[in-house]
């Protein structure tokens, strides 16, 4: 009730706004406290016989909100690209001198993240020129936040060492559980006493939180979610997604 309640007020007021956008300066000028509750009240008299009106303002009042938000995101991406694509803390796998990046933000319990690994190990082994930056993203509770401090730990022993931990965590069917981290790390022959006192470094804490707040000034909310050249792209998509996405950042950079 409170939500419609809302969407009617936002309506009227777009509604509003623009009938006195449409009497222009000097109509605004000349409405007085009586005559502006006439128009509000026949204002509503009017969406009261048209009520069709009110779901166009609340669909135009998204639109413009999802613009916003899409070209805010749009601006971060130029201002934020260095910490996106070049901070030293994120692994890097792939080409680290390829010719485009593709950014994941991911998290060890999300399902999606497991679906589309198939299709980003392909389209790796597929392209010698793609570079790629893992951003842990851990977003789906406490088990996700150790996982992604025992990988970003990992990562210290070595790029291999941690696309080896990064494979077997995705591999973990259903809900981790944090002993299921250690176990895996023990499983596939790291190091676990290094790994536990890297785990205590206060720089990993740090760039899970810088990379939280990047995504938050990307708009990214969910997981898995992809930045390639100049677009964001939300969710488990297709080998041919990501493919075109590559194509259109490589063309971009080439200026072909």
Avoid: W
């Amino acid at each position: 009730m409170e939500e419609r309640q809302i969407s009617y007020r936002s309506a009227l007021a777009i509604l509003a706004i623009a009938m006195v956008a449409a009497l222009g300066g000097y109509g605004v000028a000349l409405l007085g406290g009586s005559q502006e509750q006439r128009v509000t009240a026949l204002i509503e008299q009017h969406i009261t016989a048209n009520p069709e009106i009110v779901l166009r303002a609340i669909q135009e009042l998204r639109r413009r909100d999802a613009k916003a938000k899409q070209d805010l995101a749009k601006s971060n991406l130029a201002a934020f690209r260095a910490e996106l694509t070049r901070d030293p803390r994120a692994p890097v796998g792939g080409n680290p001198e390829g010719d485009v990046t593709v950014v994941e933000f991911f998290d060890y319990n999300c399902p999606y993240c497991r679906a589309v690994k198939p299709a980003l190990r392909e389209l790796l082994a597929e392209d010698a020129g793609l570079r790629f930056v893992y951003k842990e993203f851990p977003i789906l509770g406490e088990s996700s936040q150790t996982a992604a401090r025992a990988a970003l730990a990992v990562a210290r022993q070595g790029t291999a060492a941690y696309e080896r931990f990064h494979d077997a965590l995705l591999g973990v069917q259903g809900q981790l559980a944090n002993d299921d981290v250690f176990r895996v790390a023990e499983r596939i022959g790291l190091d676990m006493a290094r790994l536990r006192a890297d785990m205590e470094d206060p720089g990993i804490e740090a760039a899970i939180q810088a990379n939280l707040e990047l995504a938050s000034r990307l708009r990214i909310t969910g997981t898995p979610a992809f930045v390639i050249g100049e677009a964001i792209i939300p969710g488990a998509v297709s080998l041919e997604e990501l493919r075109e996405a590559v194509s259109q950042a490589r063309t971009k950079s080439t200026g072909s």
